[in-house]
């Protein structure tokens, strides 16, 4: 199975930025959907962005269209999350998350039942 370890996060100011990294190892696959979700306490998680296998299709929530970028590098095996101008409701704990059908672009690109595998989590606060 994938191995997946966020990292990146931290503590920022309103209108500040953050770069969030994503680690993967161990599987690989050929058509897959990563996605980046956040969850704070109490809440449900929510998907943030999404990205195909091959970096052409991406999935923004409407509450990050403009402010966050999602990539990957594939010779790194790393996901990357680029948040400018963050806002103080961005804070939460965010993840990334792989579906390795790739079958989440057609059920629900940023619904996390659609995912099987998962990262620990890495806090991101805003203030």
């Known amino acids: 199975h994938v191995q997946l370890v966020e990292s990146g996060g931290g503590s920022v100011q309103v209108g500040g930025s953050l770069r969030l990294s994503c680690a993967a190892s161990?599987?690989?696959?050929?058509?897959?959907?990563m996605t980046w979700f956040r969850q704070t306490q109490g809440k449900e998680r929510e998907g943030v962005a999404a990205?195909?296998?091959?970096?052409?299709?991406?999935y923004y929530a409407d509450s990050v269209k403009g402010r966050f970028t999602i990539s990957h590098d594939n010779a790194e095996n790393t996901l990357i999350l680029q948040m400018n101008s963050l806002k103080s409701e961005d804070t939460a704990m965010y993840y990334c998350?792989?579906?390795?059908?790739?079958?989440?672009?057609?059920?629900?690109?940023?619904?996390?039942?659609?995912?099987?595998?998962w990262g620990q989590g890495t806090q991101v606060t805003v203030s």
């Open positions: 998350a792989v579906d390795p059908s790739g079958r989440a672009w057609s059920s629900g690109v940023l619904s996390p039942g659609e995912y099987s595998r």
């Open positions: 161990g599987d690989t696959y050929n058509n897959y959907c």
């Open positions: 990205i195909s296998s091959g970096g052409g299709v991406t």
